[in-house]
């Protein structure tokens, strides 16, 4: 089971969360993954940003924030007797953390590496608050820094598990400790390379840590608590009429986590596919809710379009040979690969015209490198005029509208367009995979509300 932030965030969650921990482990061996409390990664790496601006009082008074916090949570969580080993387990952790930052400080720098480790601190002050008060309670549990069993590529900040390898570990680590009736508590979002490096698996990363040991440990199921009823068909916070999807596959599952759906980090399901080992997405604030079961099939097929999604921090590049003489499709397969040099991701693609001009979509916080690649690829193009100079517009907004049951569907896709029309947004662009299960549509930023909300209710896919 993994518990969110949110899940986290109190020390009257955190009893919640081992309630729920406790009650599974008298069924069956139970690991569970916890994420840092609620905005604790947030001052994290705002208290980074400052130790490289030289600023000695704001780191000073951001530890002193996150000692209170975490401090004062022990106190209402835990028993007389156990508050000391915590209190001090809580500082030396801070104290760490500390002097990462001073180190930062002082070289006016933030190496990569070096936040990685800083960042997961977060994690494990809440893998100690919810272990110690698990073992109050009469659960033997331990916390564990998944540093020492996750293992990695070396791409800190966004960090690739590598399987085998961490699958040894957790037979190594977790496999006794299950065996013994204790339950290990996991750090979610880090882990370290081979050679103990520390590296951290993205923002959200702690869905993602808790499939990688699902897969490790050969779990019967994973549990993702989170602060919703499960997966909707909308995020609530744009479309108030969304509803709790019963079930999704996790082909819909992933196309909306990778296209801006919060609830799940988007590398959350790979891990879980060749195993089939199916996921609930649970509410820890209402455990009486069903959850959203996520699994290879779904038991009642052909559903039609079922949710839609947004994303608002992207840009659009487009890049256009100067004439029909140009071979486009050489130009498209270098900017690729420029793409692929910077490790950045293509959210969509589209070309069109005899002239192969083409355009993608990019993360926005990608755009820069990924400007200064093509530049550099193309440069001689560009010089001779071959390609015209790229243009971006970072003033744009992403929707996907996902479901298995859309293959097929004659008309689907005009109903659509003509519901995104009819709110007056333009469509800049559209994208649809061959498997059909996504259609993407490129608008202005400023009209994603508007057209997810008329995509949802032209397709009735609220309650
Ligand atoms: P956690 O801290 O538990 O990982 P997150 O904040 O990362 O929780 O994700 C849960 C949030 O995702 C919800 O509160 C909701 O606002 C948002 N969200 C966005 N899209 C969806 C969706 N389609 N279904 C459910 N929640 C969504
Ligand atoms: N604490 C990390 C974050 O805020 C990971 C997670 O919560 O999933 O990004
Ligand atoms: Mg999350």
Redesign the pocket.
């Known amino acids: 089971m993994k518990f969110?932030?949110?899940?986290m965030g109190s020390a009257a969650r955190i009893r919640v969360a081992a309630d729920l921990t406790a009650a599974q482990q008298r069924l069956r061996p139970t690991a569970i993954v916890v994420?840092a409390m609620s905005k604790v990664t947030d001052l994290l790496l705002d208290t980074l940003r400052h130790a490289e601006n030289n600023d000695a009082d704001a780191i000073a008074q951001n530890v002193a924030t996150l000692r209170a916090r975490h401090h004062d949570t022990a106190r209402e969580l835990l028993d007389p007797a156990a508050l000391p080993a915590a209190l001090a387990e809580i500082d030396s952790i801070l104290g760490e953390f500390e002097r990462i930052a001073k180190g930062m400080q002082l070289l006016g720098d933030r190496p990569p590496r070096s936040v990685d480790e800083a960042i997961a601190v977060g994690e494990r002050l809440s893998a100690i608050l919810i272990a110690a008060y698990l073992n109050g309670q009469g659960t033997p549990a331990a916390a564990i820094n998944s540093a020492r069993v996750v293992i990695t590529d070396a791409v800190h900040g966004n960090a690739t598990p590598l399987l085998d390898l961490t699958r040894a570990k957790a037979a190594e680590h977790l496999a006794p400790l299950l065996a013994a009736g204790t339950v290990p508590v996991l750090t979610g979002f880090n882990g370290a390379t081979a050679d103990g490096k520390p590296t951290t698996l993205g923002r959200?990363g702690?869905?993602f840590s808790a499939s990688i040991f699902a897969y490790a440990l050969d779990a019967a199921e994973l549990w993702i608590w989170?602060?919703?009823d499960g997966?909707?068909s909308?995020?609530?916070?744009l479309v108030p009429d969304a509803k709790v999807l019963d079930e999704v596959t996790y082909a819909e599952a992933a196309e909306?986590a990778y296209n801006g759906?919060?609830?799940l980090h988007p590398r959350t399901l790979a891990p879980l596919v060749e195993k089939k080992i199916p996921v609930w997405s649970k509410n820890s604030f209402n455990v009486a809710a069903k959850g959203t079961h996520i699994a290879p099939a779904l038991s009642t097929p052909g559903q039609g379009a079922r949710?839609v999604?947004s994303m608002a921090n992207v840009a659009m590049v487009s890049v256009e040979p100067a004439s029909a003489e140009i071979p486009g499709t050489r130009i498209m397969a270098r900017a690729l690969d420029a793409l692929a040099l910077v490790g950045a991701e293509v959210l969509t693609f589209s070309s069109s015209s005899y002239r192969q001009s083409f355009c993608f979509l990019i993360r926005k916080d990608e755009l820069q490198v990924v400007l200064q690649a093509l530049r550099e690829t193309l440069a001689l193009e560009l010089e001779h005029g071959y390609v015209r100079p790229v243009e971006v517009d970072d003033n744009v907004g992403l929707i996907a509208v996902v479901g298995e049951g859309m293959r097929g569907q004659a008309g689907l896709a005009g109903r659509v367009f003509t519901a995104v029309s009819r709110e007056q947004v333009n469509i800049i662009a559209i994208a649809q995979g061959s498997s059909e299960l996504t259609i993407n549509l490129v608008v202005p930023r400023s009209g994603i509300e508007k057209a997810v909300k008329a995509i949802h209710a032209e397709c009735g896919m609220g309650r």
């Open positions: 969110g932030g949110t899940s994420s959200g702690s869905d989170t602060d919703v997966i909707m909308a995020d609530p916070r909306l759906a919060k609830v949710a999604t």
